[in-house]
Every structure is written in structure tokens, then in C-alpha cells.
């Protein structure tokens, strides 16, 4: 672990991007979302308003120092302890870094501002984009991700469908599932006409294994986890060890949240 770095944390293993150095570029908690599965917590300012968290120039002179110490990671992953589309010039920081390195970017995001055109070219950027979806109606999503007024399921699945069509790269769409909250026999199905729609390259399922934003949220077993990836189809795959979405870890004193949403 290198001390003294504010934006950057890592390499951490990933069950879904191997070695992976996080870049955290959003404010805890700020997203468009309150999931109640969340391992950051309860997010205390829900927005869909882009700005500048951090500045692009100290993000991308830390990755230049961390790059110069010898970095060995199979990925760089934007992220953040909140949703990092939500940063107005995440398509800066994503050319910077790949002016300075080689190294695969991936973007972990919620998904709920590729609606927007400007978002969608940003994230366009990367090599691999990590969205996600829980739940296949309005419903589900309201009790699940409990999203901002101006976000609903459709918009989110809209703006997932219009990346596919403008993304060349790959999308490994993420379907978190908890026991009793979005696993029925109705939400599946709904889940997986959004997923035909969309057309990710990947489905991955993933379940509660640390703490969550509610503490009703109930991990669910490995036997049903993988009868439902079998039935959303070929290119569905439980994460290994259901791997969490945030890796809690520590760099020097101060405790860092990985996000991976
Ligand atoms: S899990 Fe991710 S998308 Fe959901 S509230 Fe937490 S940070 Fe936001």
C-alpha cells in the first residue's frame, strides 16, 4: 500500500477485474441512488446534477506518481464512494489516464445518467463499462435502489440500450439480489426481458455479503443465485465468491471504501 494518496487506492483483487487500482473521483455518499444494499451507507445527497467533485489535474498527477513507483494491475477502475458519472469531466480524467497508461480502464457506474448524451460519451471512453440493474419494473426499483424523483427504471434501461447501440467496448451489467426483495418469479422475468434489450456482454449476479444501507438485506444462497443465472441465459454468471461491490480497505489511517457498483 503507497501513503499519502487521496484519489487512488490499491491494487485491489476484484472477482470481477482481477488486480484493480480504484480511482475514487465522487464525494461520499453522493449518488442518484439510495440502494438498499449499499456498503458505503445511506447516501446523504441524492442528485442527478453533474460537477467537479476533485479537480482532473491532482487525480491524474497521483496515478503518474503511482505509475512511476511500479504499478502492476490488470485494470484502473473509475469509481468512487458515490455513482462517478455524476463527475462533469470524468471524460477528461479517462483521456489523462489513458494518455499516461496503457493499463485497461473500466467504469463502475449505476447507470442511471447514461440517458444523457454527454455521460454516454464519456463513458464511451473506457474499455469495459460495469453498469447495473436490480429490478425490471418501476416497483421493484423504487423499493431496491430507491432512485432520485427525476430517475426511473425506464429512463435507466433506455440509456443502457442507447450506450449498447454507441459502445463498441465491452458491458458486464451487474444484477444485485437479495432473499425476498427482487428474486420472484415476476421480477426475474422482468429483469430478463431488460436484459435482451439491452444486450450487455456479461450478466453478473452478485448477492449482500457484508453489511448493507438496511440491515434487512439477506444474502441469498448459491443454489438459487445460480438456478436464476441459468435462466436469464448463456451469458449469465454468478460473481465467484459473490464478490462485494465495495471493498473496504485502509490507506494510511483513513478508511477507504472501494466502490463498485
Ligand atoms: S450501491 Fe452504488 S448506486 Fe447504490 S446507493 Fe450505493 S453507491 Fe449508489
Same mark, same amino acid.
Given at each position: 500500500?503507497?501513503?499519502?494518496?487521496?484519489?487512488?487506492?490499491?491494487?485491489?483483487?476484484?472477482?470481477?477485474?482481477?488486480?484493480?487500482?480504484?480511482? +475514487?473521483?465522487?464525494?461520499?455518499?453522493?449518488?442518484?441512488?439510495?440502494?438498499?444494499?449499499?456498503?458505503?451507507?445511506?447516501?446523504?445527497?441524492?442528485?442527478?446534477?453533474?460537477?467537479?467533485?476533485?479537480?482532473?489535474?491532482?487525480?491524474?498527477?497521483?496515478?503518474?506518481?503511482?505509475?512511476?513507483?511500479?504499478?502492476?494491475? +490488470?485494470?484502473?477502475?473509475?469509481?468512487?464512494?458515490?455513482?462517478?458519472?455524476?463527475?462533469?469531466?470524468?471524460?477528461?480524467?479517462?483521456?489523462?489516464?489513458?494518455?499516461?497508461?496503457?493499463?485497461?480502464?473500466?467504469?463502475?457506474?449505476?447507470?442511471?445518467?447514461?440517458?444523457?448524451?454527454?455521460?454516454?460519451?464519456?463513458?464511451?471512453?473506457?474499455?469495459?463499462?460495469?453498469?447495473?440493474?436490480?429490478?425490471?419494473?418501476?416497483?421493484?426499483?423504487?423499493?431496491?435502489?430507491?432512485?432520485?424523483?427525476?430517475?426511473?427504471?425506464?429512463?435507466?434501461?433506455?440509456?443502457?440500450?442507447?450506450?449498447?447501440?454507441?459502445?463498441?467496448?465491452?458491458?458486464?451489467?451487474?444484477?444485485?439480489?437479495?432473499?425476498?426483495?427482487?428474486?420472484?418469479?415476476?421480477?426475474?422475468?422482468?429483469?430478463?426481458?431488460?436484459?435482451?434489450?439491452?444486450?450487455? +456482454?456479461?450478466?453478473?449476479?452478485?448477492?449482500?455479503?457484508?453489511?448493507?444501507?438496511?440491515?434487512?438485506?439477506?444474502?441469498?444462497?448459491?443454489?438459487?443465485?445460480?438456478?436464476?443465472?441459468?435462466?436469464?441465459?448463456?451469458?449469465?454468471?454468478?460473481?465467484?465468491?459473490?464478490?462485494?461491490?465495495?471493498?473496504?480497505?485502509?490507506?494510511?489511517?483513513?478508511?477507504?471504501?472501494?466502490?463498485?457498483?
Amino acid at each position: 500500500m503507497v501513503e499519502g494518496l487521496k484519489y487512488l487506492y490499491g491494487p485491489v483483487p476484484s472477482r470481477r477485474l482481477g488486480l484493480s487500482l480504484g480511482v +475514487d473521483i465522487v464525494s461520499a455518499k453522493v449518488c442518484t441512488l439510495d440502494c438498499v444494499y449499499c456498503q458505503v451507507g445511506k447516501t446523504t445527497e441524492k442528485t442527478i446534477e453533474r460537477r467537479e467533485f476533485v479537480a482532473v489535474e491532482p487525480v491524474l498527477a497521483e496515478l503518474k506518481q503511482r505509475l512511476a513507483q511500479g504499478l502492476k494491475a +490488470d485494470f484502473i477502475a473509475i469509481s468512487g464512494s458515490g455513482e462517478p458519472t455524476l463527475h462533469s469531466r470524468l471524460g477528461e480524467i479517462i483521456d489523462g489516464i489513458k494518455q499516461i497508461t496503457d493499463i485497461p480502464l473500466a467504469v463502475l457506474t449505476n447507470g442511471t445518467l447514461l440517458y444523457r448524451q454527454d455521460v454516454r460519451a464519456d463513458c464511451a471512453k473506457a474499455d469495459v463499462v460495469l453498469p447495473s440493474l436490480d429490478a425490471g419494473d418501476e416497483q421493484g426499483f423504487r423499493k431496491v435502489n430507491r432512485p432520485h424523483k427525476d430517475i426511473s427504471v425506464g429512463k435507466l434501461i433506455s440509456g443502457l440500450c442507447a450506450f449498447r447501440n454507441e459502445f463498441p467496448g465491452r458491458i458486464w451489467l451487474e444484477v444485485f439480489l437479495a432473499e425476498g426483495l427482487n428474486t420472484d418469479t415476476e421480477q426475474i422475468a422482468k429483469i430478463k426481458d431488460a436484459v435482451e434489450l439491452i444486450r450487455p +456482454d456479461k450478466v453478473q449476479l452478485n448477492t449482500a455479503v457484508r453489511s448493507t444501507a438496511e440491515a434487512s438485506v439477506k444474502r441469498l444462497d448459491a443454489g438459487k443465485l445460480q438456478a436464476i443465472a441459468a435462466s436469464l441465459g448463456a451469458n449469465c454468471e454468478v460473481v465467484p465468491d459473490f464478490s462485494p461491490r465495495h471493498h473496504g480497505e485502509h490507506v494510511g489511517s483513513v478508511a477507504k471504501t472501494y466502490y463498485q457498483c
